[in-house]
């Protein structure tokens, strides 16, 4: 068990179809996986406490833990073999590269020492190439079997003694001691490490002839020249040295991994990283460097071995030495740092920062969509993205813009009903979602989706963004840091734009009650005027009934004024029975010997008051049109709406379009407003509106959901 009290969690690797035995009974849960690809996808999810490896090749479990080290570094190995009684017998695995320090196992191969490890049973865990020249024991024989068995000479009691103290005390040890093969005096480190303790044996220099102590190269504080190339090679940066020539003598480690060309390839040729255009500046930088003028820093292009270029901070230093022919020899050392990732970071950010300006100028949430969905394309190369908007009529998240990958894979995203999908999830909570392995996730919206992987943004109460890959994927910080940046610029510019969309109806509401006070109201005012000078002057009563008349013109048009100046925006929604509305409506209209058929309608979300004036406009336009014994029909519509049509006179088509207009109308009295109300109703609910001519010749006006 776990210093928790909970079971340790275990990925086990085995040869063949083997499991592990009897781990539930040693506070042991195992989880089996079969190929590396599906080692290395678990080891990145960060939930177990080891890794078990049961292979018969104990050279092929030390490799596999240097691999583990590079995707999950500090995470135990243990090399598992089974009891008698079928349990598990397991011991760490030393794993040399552990993320910390690249190029570490090479540089332990290339010490001049020779070097091995063992662990608490003195199992050999590591066994380098001096060892093997040492002692002529090949590390397949050497690794996994205990060190009395591999040096049975070399194991004396001064040695042994050494070792087990070293192992008992956590302490450091060294013992000067014979080795037992050609009598060569020798000096023996001891360095406890981890569970177990790791052994560097060197010949010493003071028993050395003294012509071959004499030749030996010494560099920095004593330490041997070889010690300097192993620092050299363990360095995370690329260090390369060349020639007057521009001819490379030296390529680290680190260089190796970056440009693709191995030691053997670029050592002795022109440096191979330096594009064709560049060849000029970078002999210009090779003579700065050779006169003693040091680079630091600069900015620098160059190529790999398969062709990408790389963007890279350069610096140099000269150094002279005396070659073997005693001749004074100038060489360069250049240190490359990879910058390409980061600059590429600096020129999303960037990017970013105007599509956000961008954002600010769109004159529609259509148009903030596209932008945005272009931006996570063309900036962050996030192909497959959208953008939903939360539709309080539909009460659903609505796509408002999706790349082309969306389309060719989709046929174009998906409408999200309330309460399905993560998507929906996501904008319920306001919280960031990332999702690895799509088709786990239990609450998907479709369980056949080809998306293996998906980040959603949730975009405040506007609605979401989301953006996703066909594979697997793991989306890195920086990319979800990016994201959010965007969604956030979305978010904000699709509440200006939906903040100015409010101001704009209302401006335009204002300009027509201005419009109609300037002019509609004052021909009925002058008329009542009119009239009552003349009865003032006559005394003839019937002047006051076309006052009257005059009064009530202008007291219908300040009513539909007035619903026309409303602000529908602020109106509150809810979910109204349409059919329930309909009745209320026909017992508020004079509608005299009118006949009312009607057929069950849906339930909408909307607002009463404004749905029963827009049926009560409809009902009184019908009657003033068709007559006092006209009949009406309201029934469904196949896609959700529903028309309503009359058996009266009907519209002329040239007035199709022209009857939702403001102050249109056909008749001496009329206001001009009914069916613009009606229009204006239509539109804040989602629906769409247009007339007609009816089954019998009358009107017909449909209302279709957008």
């Known amino acids: 068990?776990?210093?928790?009290?909970?079971?340790?969690?275990?990925?086990?690797?085995?040869?063949?179809?083997?499991?592990?035995?009897?781990?539930?009974?040693?506070?042991?849960?195992?989880?089996?996986?079969?190929?590396?690809?599906?080692?290395?996808?678990?080891?990145?999810?960060?939930?177990?406490?080891?890794?078990?490896?049961?292979?018969?090749?104990?050279?092929?479990?030390?490799?596999?833990?240097?691999?583990?080290?590079?995707?999950?570094?500090?995470?135990?190995?243990?090399?598992?073999?089974?009891?008698a009684d079928g349990a598990e017998t397991c011991r760490r695995v030393r794993a040399v590269s552990d993320g910390s320090l690249p190029g570490a196992r090479r540089a332990l191969e290339r010490v001049s020492e020779a070097v091995w490890t063992v662990d608490e049973d003195w199992r050999v865990t590591i066994w380098n190439r001096q060892v093997v020249e040492l002692t002529d024991v090949p590390a397949a024989s050497a690794l996994g079997t205990p060190l009395q068995h591999v040096l049975p000479e070399a194991?004396?009691?001064?040695?042994?003694?050494?070792?087990?103290?070293?192992?008992?005390?956590?302490?450091?040890?060294?013992?000067?001691?014979?080795?037992?093969?050609?009598?060569?005096p020798v000096e023996c480190h001891?360095?406890?490490?981890?569970?177990?303790?790791?052994?560097?044996?060197?010949?010493?220099?003071?028993?050395?002839?003294?012509?071959?102590?004499?030749?030996?190269?010494?560099?920095?504080?004593?330490?041997?020249?070889?010690?300097?190339?192993?620092?050299?090679d363990a360095m995370p940066l690329s260090v390369v040295a060349l020639d007057d020539g521009g001819t490379v003598t030296l390529w680290n480690g680190a260089a190796e991994e970056t440009f693709g060309w191995t030691a053997d390839e670029a050592v002795g040729r022109y440096h191979p990283i330096v594009p064709e255009g560049s060849r000029e500046a970078f002999e210009a930088n090779l003579q700065q460097a050779l006169t003693g003028e040091p680079i630091r820093g600069r900015e620098v292009t160059r190529v790999t071995k398969d062709g990408r270029e790389l963007e890279l901070r350069l610096s140099t230093a000269p150094f002279t030495y005396d070659d073997a022919e005693e001749n004074?020899?100038?060489?360069?050392?250049?240190?490359?740092?990879?910058?390409?990732?980061?600059?590429?970071?600096?020129?999303?950010?960037?990017?970013?920062?105007?599509?956000?300006?961008?954002?600010?100028?769109?004159?529609?949430?259509?148009?903030?969509?596209?932008?945005?969905?272009?931006?996570?394309?063309?900036?962050?190369?996030?192909?497959?993205?959208?953008?939903?908007?939360?539709?309080?009529?539909?009460?659903?998240?609505?796509?408002?813009?999706?790349?082309?990958?969306?389309?060719?894979?989709?046929?174009?995203?998906?409408?999200?009903?309330?309460?399905?999908?993560l998507a929906w999830e996501a904008f319920e909570s306001g919280e960031y979602r990332i999702y690895s392995h799509v088709h786990e996730a239990e609450r998907r919206y479709n369980a056949e989706t080809p998306v293996r992987s998906e980040l959603i943004a949730p975009l405040g109460e506007q609605g979401v963004m989301i953006t996703g890959s066909l594979t697997?994927?793991?989306?890195?910080?920086?990319?979800?840091?990016?994201?959010?940046?965007?969604?956030?610029?979305?978010?904000?510019?699709?509440?200006?734009?939906?903040?100015?969309?409010?101001?704009?109806?209302?401006?335009?509401?204002l300009d027509r009650f201005a419009d109609v006070v300037a002019h509609d109201l004052r021909n009925p005012l002058s008329v009542a005027e009119g009239f009552l000078e003349l009865a003032e002057e006559t005394g003839d009563p019937e002047h006051f009934g076309r006052v009257q008349g005059a009064l009530d013109r202008m007291d219908g048009l300040v009513g539909e004024l007035l619903t026309l100046a409303r602000n529908a925006d602020d109106e509150p929604s809810e979910p109204v029975e349409l059919d329930e509305v309909v009745r209320q409506?026909?017992?508020?209209?004079?509608?005299?010997?009118?006949?009312?058929?009607?057929?069950?309608?849906?339930?909408?979300?909307?607002?009463?008051?404004?749905?029963?004036?827009?049926?009560?406009?409809?009902?009184g336009n019908s009657v003033e049109h068709g007559g006092n014994?006209?009949?009406?029909?309201?029934?469904?519509?196949?896609?959700?709406?529903?028309?309503?049509?009359?058996?009266?006179?009907?519209?002329?088509?040239d007035h199709y379009d022209r009857v939702f207009e403001n102050r249109f109308t056909t008749r001496e009295n009329g206001t001009g407003f009914g069916l613009a109300i009606v229009a204006e109703i239509a539109e804040a609910h989602g629906w769409t509106v247009e007339a007609g001519e009816g089954a019998d010749g009358g009107a017909r006006l449909e209302f279709r959901p957008l």
């Not at 060294?174 to 037992?180: K, L, R, S």
């Open 585 to 619: 409506a026909w017992a508020h209209v004079d509608t005299r010997d009118a006949v009312l058929e009607h057929e069950s309608l849906p339930e909408i979300e909307g607002n009463r008051n404004r749905l029963t004036q827009l049926f009560e406009n409809c009902f």
């Open 190 to 232: 001891v360095y406890p490490e981890g569970d177990g303790i790791e052994i560097h044996v060197r010949v010493r220099d003071a028993l050395r002839p003294a012509d071959e102590a004499a030749e030996r190269p010494t560099g920095i504080g004593g330490r041997p020249d070889d010690w300097l190339a192993v620092v050299v």
């Open 328 to 421: 004074s020899r100038t060489e360069v050392i250049a240190i490359l740092e990879d910058v390409t990732e980061r600059k590429r970071r600096e020129r999303q950010l960037r990017a970013l920062q105007e599509v956000s300006n961008s954002l600010n100028l769109a004159s529609s949430t259509e148009e903030v969509a596209r932008e945005a969905v272009t931006a996570a394309v063309d900036v962050l190369d996030l192909e497959l993205t959208a953008v939903w908007r939360y539709d309080a009529d539909r009460d659903a998240l609505v796509p408002l813009a999706g790349s082309p990958d969306t389309e060719e894979a989709f046929g174009g995203p998906p409408v999200f009903p309330a309460g399905s999908g």
């Open 629 to 653: 014994d006209v009949t009406i029909r309201v029934r469904p519509l196949e896609d959700g709406g529903f028309y309503m049509e009359d058996d009266g006179v009907g519209i002329p088509p």
């Open 155 to 184: 194991v004396g009691d001064e040695l042994e003694a050494t070792l087990e103290d070293a192992m008992a005390t956590g302490e450091e040890r060294t013992v000067d001691v014979e080795w037992p093969t050609d009598g060569t």
């Open 472 to 509: 697997e994927r793991s989306f890195d910080e920086a990319t979800v840091d990016m994201f959010r940046t965007l969604a956030a610029a979305v978010e904000a510019a699709l509440v200006r734009s939906d903040r100015e969309a409010r101001l704009e109806r209302q401006n335009e509401r």
């Open 1 to 83: 068990m776990s210093a928790t009290g909970r079971p340790v969690h275990a990925l086990f690797l085995a040869d063949g179809d083997a499991e592990p035995a009897k781990g539930a009974e040693f506070g042991v849960r195992f989880v089996p996986v079969a190929t590396d690809d599906e080692t290395e996808e678990r080891l990145r999810e960060g939930t177990f406490d080891c890794m078990v490896v049961r292979a018969d090749d104990a050279a092929d479990v030390t490799e596999f833990a240097g691999r583990v080290a590079d995707v999950a570094p500090g995470l135990p190995v243990l090399w598992s073999e089974p009891d």
